[in-house]
């Protein structure tokens, strides 16, 4: 089932961040300065789920940085690199299951 979209609507449709484009635009916005090392990282991002699926599912980000052998991250791009994987790890299983297979081909 598929709604029709708006008549006569000039905007562009919102983008939906997740994963590695989410983090990047939350840290950001919490305007976290490099080098931080994991607790700075939590402290400044105060809600810590970050979605990793276009459906909205979220990875808490508190909880994977403490898991992660390293304790600080010299700049932005080293955190995301070191991110990267596990956000897309959770992608990919989160589609395998019937409920991922049927939230993608879900319009919302």
Known sequence: MAA?????????????EFGIAALDARLDRAGVQFPATTE????????????YD????TLD?????????EERFETERDLL????????DRRRSGAGSLLGRVRSILPF
């Open 81 to 88: 690199n070191r991110l990267h994987p596990i956000f897309e």
């Open 40 to 51: 700075e990282l939590i402290a400044s991002m105060g809600n810590t789920g970050v979605p």
């Open 54 to 57: 276009a459906a909205g599912n």
């Open 61 to 69: 980000l508190a909880e994977v940085l403490r898991e992660l052998p």
């Open 4 to 16: 029709r979209p708006p008549q006569g609507d000039t905007e562009e449709p919102e983008s939906i």
